[in-house]
């Protein structure tokens, strides 16, 4: 058991106010000890995840640079709570005719285990990817027909949607 007498503690990127109640001590230690026991579990789905999301922007830039298009990676910074802080790639791509960015949003999200968006500029139309069973699938914000399983052909069959939006 972790017990605490002075000003604050800082544990795991934490910040605990400490008291002298001796309960009031005691339940705290025990909040730290459960949220210490997750670090590990955190840290290994935290990693998967940037992990998978790596893995969809190498397929990204990898594809488009077939294409000689223009591409840019940039690092984003994304906190969540079950998560906390982390850093993910994101994709700025230029095609003959429009730009595109390749932007992840959470790994924690409604109904998917992670959603990076795709988006066209200046309108900001956007597809979803999100990812569901270990899979990336290309998902529309508006229609539920537009939904298409992960692959360079749906990627390439979204970007003309996309351009084609007025």
Request: glycine residues 4%; proline residues 4%.
């Amino acid at each position: 058991m972790v017990y605490f007498q002075r000003e604050t503690v800082e544990r795991d990127t934490i910040q605990l106010p400490c008291t002298t109640s001796l309960h009031f001590n005691q339940e705290l230690s025990a909040m730290v000890e459960k949220s210490l026991a997750k670090g590990p579990a955190r840290n290994r789905e935290r990693t998967e995840w940037i992990v998978a999301v790596e893995q969809l922007v190498g397929d990204v830039e990898a594809w488009v640079t077939k294409r000689n298009w223009w591409v840019h990676r940039e690092l984003k910074t994304v906190t969540e709570d079950e998560l906390g802080s982390y850093e993910v790639p994101v994709l700025t791509m230029q095609s003959p005719t429009a730009r595109f960015v390749l932007e992840p949003i959470a790994r924690y999200v409604m109904g998917a285990e992670g959603r990076v968006d795709l988006s066209i500029f200046p309108s900001y139309d956007r597809f979803m990817i999100v990812r569901a069973d270990g899979g990336w699938r290309l998902r529309s914000l508006d229609r539920r027909d537009r939904n298409f399983a992960w692959s360079e052909r749906a990627f390439f069959k979204v970007i003309a949607e996309l351009m084609a939006t007025p």
